[in-house]
């Protein structure tokens, strides 16, 4: 049974860079797609961006110039830096696994978040 | 970006109750439309992808369906544990998008 377990700072200042890390316990890793998400509090889910140990990253326009995600094939994690960070990015952050049919081709199209973490809350203030 | 219009945004319904959720795409998207139930605290939980297949272990009142800009999710009878806040997202391209939501209350 594959687990998600998510680990980070959680009180950032404006200015600063969120670090997150997500471990997976359980599963093939090295072959499957890994996710982030954000929901501020009280509103929506808004996608991050995703990476395969094996293909480019795919990030959220809007944060690209901010974002970076890593993988770690050796300690099956994963990793999101947000810099310059603002009130804006205070939301709780999940990693989840995303799902699909043609993932093994490359095609990210049909496919789904069947696991998600628990969540951590990451509240940017002064 | 490809925009997810749920509606409605809240509705009341009692135990029993048949309830329908319609999400509509801002363009064609296929099926590749997924749905999830979060409850307050917890993260999502998948309970339909690809339009209208059910996730392992989820109960068999939950269905979807639609194609193209129209989907539905039912719940033929609502139960206690139902609910939650309820959001659609496609898949077809990124970024990925998701719906508003739809919080589903007790009457």
């Known amino acids: 049974q594959v687990q998600l377990q998510q680990g980070g700072a959680g009180l950032l200042k404006p200015s600063e860079t969120l670090s997150l890390t997500c471990v997976v316990y359980?599963?093939?890793?090295?072959?499957?797609?890994w996710s982030w998400i954000r929901q501020p509090l009280g509103k929506g889910l808004e996608w991050i961006g995703e990476?395969?140990?094996?293909?480019?990253?795919n990030y959220r326009p809007s944060l690209k110039s901010r974002l970076t995600m890593s993988i770690d094939t050796s300690k099956n994690q994963f990793s999101l830096r947000l810099t310059s960070v603002t009130a804006a990015d205070t939301a709780v952050y999940y990693c989840?696994?995303?799902?699909?049919?043609?993932?093994?081709?490359?095609?990210?199209?049909?496919?789904?978040?069947?696991?998600w973490g628990p969540g951590t809350l990451v509240t940017v203030s002064s | 970006d490809i925009q997810m219009t749920q509606s409605p945004s809240s509705l009341s319904a009692s135990v029993g109750d048949r309830v329908t959720i319609t999400c509509r795409a801002s363009q064609s998207i296929n099926s590749y439309l997924n749905w999830y139930q979060q409850k307050p605290g917890k993260a999502p939980k998948l309970l339909i992808y690809?339009?209208?297949t059910l996730q392992s272990g989820v109960p068999s009142r939950f269905s979807g369906s639609g194609s193209g800009t129209d989907f539905t999710l039912t719940i033929s009878s609502l139960q206690t544990e139902d609910f939650a806040t309820y959001y659609c997202q496609q898949s077809y391209g990124t970024p990925r998008t998701f719906g508003q939501g739809t919080k589903v209350e007790i009457k």
């Open positions: 359980g599963g093939s890793f090295s072959d499957d797609y």
């Open positions: 989840a696994r995303l799902l699909g049919p043609h993932l093994a081709r490359g095609v990210t199209r049909e496919s789904w978040f069947d696991l």
């Open positions: 990476i395969n140990h094996s293909r480019s990253p």
């Open positions: 690809t339009a209208s």
